[in-house]
């Protein structure tokens, strides 16, 4: 058997996020076609990327991994699961599910934004690796006023808790400069809290508005989500948005 080959049933729960049983049922129920043929047997043998299997007429484009787009809102914590908190995965509608998802990267419990949720390890790993130099952009809301200086300090690459060393990162300080933009090119932990506090100051609100070249979709309510197109996803792995 190739290695492309695959269950029809599988194939039918992964596209449509329904269970292996209620695949089974379209199935029995004759509503799925491959190539115009109905479908008899569940663990009959498709090739996903050349077959052309319809479930009740429609055809299913084989998508082998989803990226999704989610507003976190305060108060949910990036995890697949959690006894105590809300995660990040309960906050995806059931349709679009699928096994193996997890958030590509941690955001605080108190942090909103942009979180991208995949089931693509291989993607994650890229988008996450300080190499990859992958910007991930932010605005605060500081305690006190961002001084010039304190952008000079974060440029140039500091050490946070007098042992962590970090790449250069930029500070933008606006017409308020108790609100600021920051950009990052890694994610360590509480990073922002921690260079804030390196430089005297606290950060009060933060926000992920943008990752790579792709900025959160401002008509995404906090906790809603949506997938993110291939284009989209093309510009995520570079630029700036
Ligand atoms: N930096 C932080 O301090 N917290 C986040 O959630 C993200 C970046």
Same mark, same amino acid.
């Given at each position: 058997m190739s290695e492309k080959l695959m269950r029809l049933d599988k194939f039918l729960s992964g596209q449509l996020a329904v269970s292996r049983s209620d695949a089974k049922e379209l199935i029995k129920k004759r509503f799925v076609t491959v190539n115009g043929e109905t479908a008899k047997l569940y663990d009959m043998k498709i090739d996903p990327a050349a077959d052309s299997v319809c479930s009740e007429g429609v055809r299913l484009t084989y998508r082998e991994h989803v990226y999704i787009m989610l507003n976190k809102p305060a108060g949910?914590?990036?995890?697949? @699961?959690? @006894?105590l908190s809300e995660t990040v995965l309960e906050l995806i509608p059931e349709e679009m599910r699928r096994k193996d998802l997890f958030p590509a990267g941690r955001l605080d419990k108190d942090t909103e934004g942009f979180v991208l949720i995949t089931d693509d390890g291989e993607f994650a790993h890229n988008i996450l690796s300080p190499k990859k130099h992958v910007e991930k952009r932010y605005f605060a809301v500081l305690e006190d006023p961002a001084r010039k200086e304190d952008a000079e300090t974060f440029a140039s690459g500091m050490v946070i808790d007098g042992e962590e060393k970090c790449l250069p990162a930029e500070l933008e300080i606006t017409e308020n400069p108790k609100e600021v933009y920051i950009t990052l090119r890694e994610g360590k932990y509480h990073q922002i809290k921690r260079m804030a506090e390196t430089v005297g100051n606290r950060v009060l609100y933060l926000k992920r508005i943008s990752i790579g070249g792709l900025a959160l979709d401002e008509s995404l309510k906090e906790g809603e989500c949506r997938e993110i197109s291939p284009v989209e996803l093309e510009m995520l792995k570079k630029g700036r948005a």
């Open positions: 949910v914590i990036c995890a697949t @699961r959690d @006894r």
